[in-house]
């Protein structure tokens, strides 16, 4: 069955950049595009970026647009994000999901990202 | 970005209440329209998508209708496992975007 399996925790100074990993198994990894969505404390989904597993083409909110890569390495069936300059407004669960029919089927466990000096 | 707005914000129901949920996008999305259900501390769960297309495992008391611009999540007979945050999203343009939520609460 398909599982998705993100990285552990993290805490970063205001400035640093923190990635973020996420490892699917239980399916051909290049099938599916892989997105990621954030939800800081008590509030809303926030959708941040896709990536096209099989070719590595990206899309990115314009929010994040410039400070946010996603990667993907199709040998450890694992995609990654990447947030730079980070401020403490990005004090969020970071989740990845996979997409099959335009909806976002399976989802990692959530990464706390949590920006501190 | 195209907006998604969800009403109400928040319900008070009682087990086997019949709960219906709106979602008005700021533009026309065909059936482009997911939803998606959230309880504490879990990731969020695809409940439906096409805007009717109920994903494998989910009840039959969850159904989604509509297309264009307003949609709608219906739970017929809600049981105690159903309280939780629900969240429409849209994925016809190139950005995706979600609702704020709904959460319903007993």
Request: net charge positive; proline share 3%.
């Amino acid at each position: 069955q398909v599982q998705v399996v993100q990285s552990g925790a993290e805490v970063k100074k205001p400035g640093a950049s923190v990635r973020v990993s996420c490892k699917a198994s239980g399916y051909t990894f290049t099938t599916y595009a892989m997105h990621w969505v954030r939800q800081a404390p008590g509030q809303r989904l926030e959708w941040m970026g896709w990536i096209n597993a099989a070719n590595g083409n990206t899309k990115y909110s314009q929010k994040f647009q410039g400070r946010v890569t996603i990667t993907r390495d199709t040998s450890a069936s694992t995609a990654h994000m990447e947030l730079s300059s980070l401020r403490s407004e990005d004090t969020a669960i970071y989740y990845c999901a996979t997409e099959e029919d335009t909806a976002m089927f399976y989802w990692g466990q959530g990464t706390l990202v949590t920006v501190s000096s | 970005d195209i907006q998604m707005t969800q009403s109400p914000s928040s319900l008070s129901a009682s087990v086997g209440d019949r709960v219906t949920i709106t979602c008005r996008a700021s533009q026309s999305i065909s059936t482009y329209l997911n939803w998606y259900q959230q309880k504490p501390g879990k990731a969020p769960k695809l409940l439906i998508y096409a805007a009717s297309s109920l994903q494998s495992g989910v009840p039959s008391r969850f159904s989604g209708s509509g297309s264009g611009t307003d949609f709608t999540l219906t739970i017929s007979g809600l049981q105690p496992e159903d309280f939780a945050t629900y969240y429409c999203q849209q994925s016809y343009s190139t950005f995706w975007t979600f609702g704020q939520g709904t959460k319903v609460e007993i």
